[in-house]
C-alpha cells in the first residue's frame, strides 16, 4: 500500500517555458510551476497553486552547464536545503540515473530508469514506451516509483511513495518534477 501518491502533469504544448501541476489522490492542485524558457541555468520554482503567491520549493542547479548537474532542492517555506539531486553524465545516456543526497551532500539513495533494454528500446523509439524509475536507499530498498504514461499532448507521471519512505516528501516530488522537466525535454 503506498503512503501517499501524486500525479505531476506537464502540458507538451506552451508557447515558452513548461507548466507543471502537481496533484494528490484526490486531484487537488498542490503543487504549480511555470518553467521559464532559455535560461541557462535551471531554476525551478514550486508554488501551491497557479496564483504563484506561495512558494513552496526550488531546484536550483548548482552550474550553467554540466553533464552531471546537480540539483539542490531548497524548501523555501521552512529556508532550509532538504537534499540534492545529481545526475549521472555518461551513464544517463543510456539509461536514466541520479544520484540522491541528503541537506549535507551525502549519497543515501538512487533513482534509475527500470531496465537498460527498455531504456535502449525508448532511446530509439522516441517516447512511445513509457519510462519507469526506481528510487532506493543505499541498500537497495525501493523507496519510490515514477512511472511516466504515454499521452502525446499531456507528459504525465506517478509518483508513489512506500510506506517505509522516510526521505522528504519534498525531495521525492523534486525528483519528479526534475524527471519530467529535464528528461522529459527528451521525448
Known amino acids: 500500500m503506498p503512503a501517499a501518491q501524486y500525479t505531476i502533469r ?3 504544448f506552451t508557447l515558452f517555458g513548461a507548466k507543471f501541476h502537481i496533484y494528490n489522490t484526490d486531484g487537488n492542485v498542490v503543487g504549480f510551476s511555470a518553467q521559464k524558457a ?4 535551471e531554476d525551478i520554482r514550486v ?12 531546484i536550483h542547479a548548482r552550474q550553467i552547464i554540466d553533464f552531471g548537474a546537480a540539483y539542490d532542492v531548497l524548501d523555501t517555506k521552512a529556508q532550509t536545503k532538504v537534499g540534492a539531486l ?9 539509461r536514466d540515473s541520479w544520484i540522491v543526497m541528503d541537506e549535507e ?18 532511446r530509439f523509439l522516441g517516447g512511445w514506451i513509457p ?19 504515454f499521452n502525446p499532448f ?17 525531495l521525492v516530488l523534486a525528483a519528479g518534477v526534475l ?9
Open 154 to 170: 499531456v507528459h504525465r507521471m506517478t509518483v508513489t511513495l512506500h510506506d517505509n519512505c522516510e526521505l522528504n516528501p519534498l
Open 86 to 94: 545529481k545526475r549521472k553524465g555518461w551513464s544517463s545516456l543510456v
Open 179 to 187: 524527471l519530467v522537466a529535464i528528461e522529459g525535454r527528451q521525448q
Open 131 to 149: 519510462q519507469d524509475y526506481h528510487l532506493r536507499d543505499s541498500s537497495g530498498v525501493e523507496l519510490a516509483r515514477y512511472q511516466t504514461h
Open 38 to 41: 532559455f535560461k541557462l541555468r
Open 47 to 58: 508554488f501551491t497553486d497557479e496564483t504563484m503567491r506561495e512558494e513552496r520549493a526550488a
Open 10 to 12: 506537464r502540458k507538451v
Open 105 to 122: 551532500d551525502r549519497e543515501i539513495g538512487t533513482l534509475q530508469e527500470d531496465s537498460m533494454i527498455m531504456a535502449l528500446l525508448r
